[in-house]
């Protein structure tokens, strides 16, 4: 069973335009929210990670936002370049531990 | 210098036959990881080594055994490979506990015949 659920599937968006992705957990327990970033034939790569003390954090164009009482973060990719075309999962860990990946989301983003 | 590398980078046997894929690490980490990336590109743990100690060994049919023989280094062998094997397997690395920051290898493209 998977304890992330990650949407949508896979998306388009146009050069210069907002990305986002949504993750929702079950567990209370998660204390640790990263994101990775995949390029086809390339390993995962850490691109952002938040803790649920904090509701919003930024990296460059890459926001994440938290809601804890919702049991959602999600990824928001601002001035969408065709650069960031990859796959991007979400995942979650309890003190550290054992990373649970969502199932990943495919962007694509057109010149 | 690669940080994690990982070999062979393609993989293509028999079904049947057994297979080894290594990986090494110079990042200076003390844990390793094993996952399996599916067609589906869902990423999924399958072992996991601090200090060459196994510390996480998800439900994985035990025709998969993995080894550690120093920090550096985290090998995976497979036995009486079945289609259902063929998959990117990625290795990975970090510091201290399983969570922290993973670097991941570039990935070993096994697919069975």
């Known amino acids: 069973q998977q304890q992330v659920k990650q949407s949508p599937q896979s998306l388009i968006v146009q050069k210069g335009g907002i990305s986002i992705i949504n993750c929702a957990y079950e567990n209370t327990a998660f204390d640790y929210f990263p994101w990775y970033q995949q390029f086809p034939g390339k390993g995962p790569a850490l691109l952002i990670a938040?803790?649920?003390?904090?509701s919003e954090k930024k990296e460059g164009r890459f926001t994440i936002s938290f809601n804890k009482s919702a049991k959602q973060f999600s990824l928001h990719i601002m001035d969408s370049q065709p650069g960031d075309s990859a796959t991007y999962f979400c995942a979650a860990s309890i003190k550290r531990g054992k990373l649970q990946f969502g199932a990943g989301t495919q962007v694509v983003v057109t010149p | 210098d690669t940080a994690v590398s990982q070999t062979p980078k393609y993989l293509v046997t028999q079904m049947g036959n057994d297979k080894s894929i290594k990986c090494e690490q110079n990042?200076?980490?003390?844990?390793m990881y094993w996952y399996k990336q599916d067609s589906k590109k869902f990423l999924k743990i399958m072992f996991s080594y601090n200090n060459k100690e196994l510390i996480i060994n998800e439900t994985v049919p035990n025709r998969f055994s993995p080894k550690s023989p120093d920090k550096a280094h985290l090998n995976l062998h497979i036995n009486s490979l079945e289609l259902g094997d063929s998959a990117v397997y990625f290795c990975?690395?970090?510091?201290?506990?399983?969570?922290?920051?993973?670097?991941f290898g570039p990935g070993t493209r096994l697919l069975v015949l």
């Open positions: 990042l200076g980490h003390d844990t």
């Open positions: 938040i803790r649920p003390d904090v």
């Open positions: 990975a690395s970090s510091h201290t506990g399983a969570g922290e920051t993973q670097y």
